[in-house]
């Protein structure tokens, strides 16, 4: 038995002889509840089978020097332990007496007990790295909902629980009663990881996988550390943790945003991005909707632009001269280049902003949603196949947008790859438009999973993933176009998709949206609200303007969602008549045109250039919104606040999302702004906030 004591009265005690994790007490209170093994390796055979390779089925050798020794008929494995000063870092060495391949090493999981605090009769919480951050604390509701525990296999799913895709960040934490159990793999590789929690003998199993790059027969020597530590505080503490280790290794070319003269002008001006598609009113509809031709949309552009006193991104879906979410081939638009143009002129004259989506690394044999479009002959006259990801055995298959199209994943290491997408893409940065949202349905602008043994990267997921798609998007000759992905950029890929369609609200779908990301990384990069596409939340002018809270104080820009009739959608596919039915404009605009203010004025330098800080606590009440994808309610507090540090100064950011008064208060009195311009402030431990209405405090020490 191996027992490690810290300062704070934390007590880890692991088995090495049995190769488990015993208990972690906290002030002689237990955290974890089971034992489960410090590692677990899985192996590929060359015929697609795989097997998984506990703790439990090693034979234990010796303990020294911090160096735990386990033997098997398959492989040799050294686990190194060495206390730090708040936790444990841990590294693996396994030789591989097998010709199969090491496709992943999971270290030091552990488990909690099976409900959490919004569970009866649960405790804890789990912080986790998901779609810009997520709280969970119901983990019954995690599994009753479309992003439940999935083990990630080919082909790919958009959702999967893995780094850098969906999980943007490499650790994942748990707290209970004030205290914090940290997991992390610190890797300057930022190999592909599988970050998760899951129902295990009764309990919660929380855990971390490390791809491991190599091929069959290969050994495996961790090249960064696995560490176990421990906090006291939030989740704020537990992100501090990462953050201190990020800063030190920052992804290649990431600058921060105010030392980086590669951003255009309009990211420094809070652009309102307005969301719609040129023709149909939904995914999979191409009818017309009365935004074709392309001038029809300019009438509600200038009016948006006018009522919120904001430049304005006309962000176009179903824009393609090809067919809807059919890549690669995007260009010529739709009824030509010329008009296409002519569209962009007139929307920068009127000092406006073009974008368009488009839909990632795949290949479309052919459209579902256009029959008359199809790829079939050139995939064969192109040897495309030659290109696309697989399963170990050959099989190509793909689950990424089947209502729109049926086709393939394309993998990044393949030249053809780059060539393709390097085209297309440039075609688009060339066309005057001002953004372009190139990695739809890449979720955090990861690839997916390919086991081809014929691309010139390991036979498994891996390192190689993040490294070919940032050549790719370093290729591209971007003429001051900035790129972005569905969701916010994952970590590895923050200097290259610097503009992203955030997507917090999909969190509801696992728990509680809280911004993990912002915290660590808005100094470099600022995303925009996104066209909320399921949404869940009930259709109500507080709903939306609740998100629009959430969003500014994320530090993100806002969004709409426009109809053919000049209304806004409370989210894409979503569409709704009549008007009435419709976001009342009246009460999103000025709001949209308060928050604005906030940002290009006193805001601005904490809103765009700061770095997130904990926030002082405000004491509100709470709301009650449905959750009507199934039934449940949420509850937030009244008020939506974060609070921001830049040039040593700190300010926090309180918004009213309400249609009515808020009254709100303070453990002591704070000087607060109340208007965007600090003209007027008051000193005061209480106040009452008129409906759509934003403060900011002075944190002055």
């Known amino acids: ?61 010796r303990f020294e020097q911090d160096i735990a020794s386990y033997v ?49 009769g649960g405790v804890g919480e789990i912080i986790y790295p998901y779609n810009e951050g997520c709280r969970v604390t119901n983990m019954a509701y995690r599994e009753s909902m479309p992003f439940r525990y999935t083990e990630p296999e080919y082909p790919s799913k958009n959702s999967f629980s893995i780094f850098p895709n969906m999980v943007f960040a490499q650790f994942i934490a748990y707290m209970v009663g004030g205290f914090g159990l940290y ?21 919660i199993k929380i855990f971390m996988r490390t791809f491991c790059d190599v091929t069959y027969g290969q050994d495996y020597t961790m090249p960064f550390d696995c560490v176990f530590s421990f906090f006291e505080g939030g989740w704020y503490q537990a992100a501090d943790i990462y953050y201190r280790w990020f800063q030190a290794h920052l992804p290649s070319g990431l600058q921060k945003i105010q030392e980086n003269p590669n951003l255009p002008a309009w990211y420094n001006q809070a652009p309102l991005v307005v969301a719609y598609a040129l023709r149909g009113k939904n995914d999979t509809d191409l009818s017309p909707n009365g935004l074709y031709p392309y001038e029809n949309a300019m009438p509600y552009l ?139 349905q890449n979720h955090g602008g990861g690839p997916y999973f390919c086991y081809s043994d014929q691309h010139g990267h390991v036979p498994a997921p891996g390192k190689w993933q993040q490294i070919e798609t940032n050549k790719l998007l370093e290729s591209i000759h971007k003429s001051g176009v900035l790129l972005g992905c569905e969701s916010a950029a994952a970590e590895p890929f923050l200097a290259q998709l610097q503009f992203s ?15 993990i990301y912002g915290y660590l990384y808005h100094e470099y990069v600022n995303n925009f609200m996104g066209n909320q596409i399921c949404a869940m939340l009930e259709k109500s002018e507080s709903n939306f303007t609740y998100r629009l809270a959430y969003s500014f104080t994320s530090g993100d820009m806002l969004t709409v969602v426009l109809n053919g009739n000049g209304d806004l959608q409370y989210a ?59 039934k449940t309610y949420l509850h937030p507090d009244s008020v939506v606040t974060t609070a921001y540090e830049y040039g040593g100064k700190r300010a926090q950011f309180i918004v009213n999302y309400n249609l009515h008064s808020v ?19 008051v000193e005061t431990n209480k106040l009452t906030l008129s409906p759509l209405s934003v403060v900011m405090i002075d944190l002055k020490e």
């Open 572 to 630: 894409w596919c979503d569409y709704i008549e009549p008007k009435e039915k419709c976001l009342d404009k009246s009460v999103v605009l000025p709001f949209i045109k308060t928050l604005n203010e906030w940002q290009r004025n006193g805001g601005h330098v904490f809103l765009h250039f700061g770095k997130m800080i904990a926030p002082i606590r405000v004491y509100c009440g709470k709301e009650k919104f449905l959750l009507e994808d199934n």
């Open 72 to 120: 098997s008929d398959c492989l040799d494995v050294d686990i190194r332990l060495q206390q730090q000063e708040n936790g444990l870092i841990c590294r693996a060495n396994i030789k591989n007496k097998t010709s199969d391949l090491l496709e992943w090493i999971e270290l030091m999981a552990f488990s909690v007990p099976k409900k959490l605090k919004d569970e009866q």
């Open 183 to 203: 997991l992390g793999m610190h890797d300057e590789g930022r190999t592909t990881k599988h970050i998760d929690f899951c129902y295990q003998n009764d309990k």
């Open 1 to 61: 038995m191996a027992e490690y004591i810290f300062h704070n009265k934390t007590v880890v005690a692991i088995d090495v002889e049995r190769g488990e994790i015993e208990n972690v007490l906290y002030r002689g209170q237990p955290i974890t509840d089971g034992r489960i093994p410090i590692f677990c390796v899985k192996l590929r055979k060359r015929t697609g089978e795989s097997y998984v390779l506990s703790a439990e089925d090693f034979r234990f050798v």
């Open 302 to 440: 200038k009016e948006i632009a006018m009522t919120t006193q904001s430049k304005v991104m006309a962000l176009l879906m179903h824009w393609e001269g090809s067919a809807p979410w059919a890549p690669p081939y995007a260009w010529p638009p739709y009824g030509g280049a010329r008009a296409f143009e002519d569209f962009a002129e007139k929307l920068h004259g009127w000092d406006m902003l073009l974008g368009v989506y488009c839909s990632g690394f795949g290949w479309t044999q052919k459209s579902n949603i256009d029959p008359n479009y199809s790829c079939e002959e050139s995939f064969e006259t192109l040897n495309i196949a030659s290109s696309l990801c697989t399963d170990t055995n050959g099989e190509m298959k793909s689950s990424i947008c089947k209502a729109q199209r049926d086709g393939y994943d394309f993998c990044p290491a393949c030249q053809q790859t780059k060539e393709i997408f390097k085209t297309e893409f440039e075609k688009i940065c060339s066309s005057k438009v001002d953004y372009i949202q190139a990695l739809d």
């Open 663 to 681: 009254d709100i208060r303070f453990d002591k009195q704070y000087a607060i702004y109340v208007d965007s311009k600090l003209q007027t402030v």
């Open 501 to 515: 369609d955030s997507r917090f609200q999909l969190n509801y779908y696992i728990g509680e949206p809280i911004p």
